[in-house]
Nanobody
Framework: QVQLVEFGGGLVQPGGSLRLSCAAS????????MGWYRQAPGKQRELVAA???????KVAHSVKDRFTISRDNAKSTAYLQMNSLKPEDTAVYYC??????????????WGKGTLVTVSS
């Protein structure tokens, strides 16, 4: 059984910062890509940032220069540092990871999401 748990959401004022964490646990053999998606009310889920096992990041244009993705492979954890937050960044942020277990090949797993609200 694999679980992804997100931490770090909350209420922040415009211009502020938050750091999200996503920890994977369970019978994990390896984790290739990890990523963050978000879904705002009434909108489709969109990719915010992703990072390969080697640490190669990909960041959406809408958050480029404000958000940074990183990971700690030893801790099976990905991070999303969000700076200069804007009201339009308000959304539920979901962690995604492509994980190989001891019984299954690569499968995409999702966390339950953490709410980020940017408001004054």
């Amino acid at each position: 059984q694999v679980q992804l748990v997100e931490f770090g959401g909350g209420l922040v004022q415009p211009g502020g910062s938050l750091r999200l964490s996503c920890a994977a646990s369970g019978s994990i053999f390896s984790i290739s890509a990890m990523g963050w998606y978000r879904q705002a009310p009434g909108k489709q889920r969109e990719l915010v940032a992703a990072i390969s096992i080697g640490g190669n990041p990909k960041v959406a244009h809408s958050v480029k220069d404000r958000f940074t993705i990183s990971r700690d492979n030893a801790k099976s954890t990905a991070y999303l540092q969000m700076n200069s937050l804007k009201p339009e960044d308000t959304a539920v942020y979901y962690c995604n990871a492509h994980i190989e277990t001891d019984t299954h090949g690569g499968v995409d797993y999702w966390g339950k999401g953490t709410l980020v609200t940017v408001s004054s």
